[in-house]
């Protein structure tokens, strides 16, 4: 089992699993959506997809991090915007109806943690995810990978939000 440091305020913690890396295909998941229904990434299409992973959205950072992907992403026909973290899908729902976006994808990987390891970024700790984004093509092959060491930094939003757009 591969495994890296993380840190939260400075205090280091266990990230479970492997880093992708660009050209690699996206894993498959089975995560679960507001309305307690299981999704996988096939269920999203052939259109290109930005997966934003946060700890949860009850932060500061995720909840400027999910806002801000899905606002800038909306310009962007076929984007996909796909927000993963282990907030149960309940939270998940108050908090797009409070953020007002109510067609964001949220997606909980409260049950299982399975995306969590697939992707790199299950704290063992915690029981969290640590932050990370990816945009995937049309094939979900990974175009543009970003993995934070320290969990309250924002990631690279420009550098994400272009690679998505040479996708599109």
């Known amino acids: 089992m591969n495994k890296r440091a993380v840190t939260l305020h400075g205090d280091q913690f266990t990230a479970i699993g492997k880093k992708l890396e660009v050209g690699q295909k996206a894993p498959e998941f089975k995560l679960i959506d507001n309305a307690l229904q299981t999704k996988s990434l096939g269920d999203y299409g052939k259109g290109v997809k930005l997966i934003s992973i946060v700890p949860s959205l009850d932060t500061g950072v995720c909840d400027q ?28 729902k108050r908090w797009c109806g409070a953020a007002g976006l109510d067609k964001a994808v949220t997606l909980s990987d409260h049950k299982d943690v399975t995306f969590g390891e697939a992707y790199g970024v299950l704290i ?4 969290l995810l640590a932050r990370a984004v990816l945009v995937l093509d049309g094939n979900n092959t990974i175009a543009y990978v970003q993995y934070l060491e320290e969990m309250t930094d924002h990631p690279n939003y420009e550098k994400a939000i272009s690679a998505l757009r040479a996708l599109a």
């Open 65 to 92: 991090q999910t806002r801000r992907f899905n606002e800038e992403i909306s310009s962007i026909p076929g984007a996909t915007v796909i927000t993963v973290s282990v907030d149960l899908p309940f939270a998940q």
């Open 124 to 127: 063992e700790e915690l029981r």
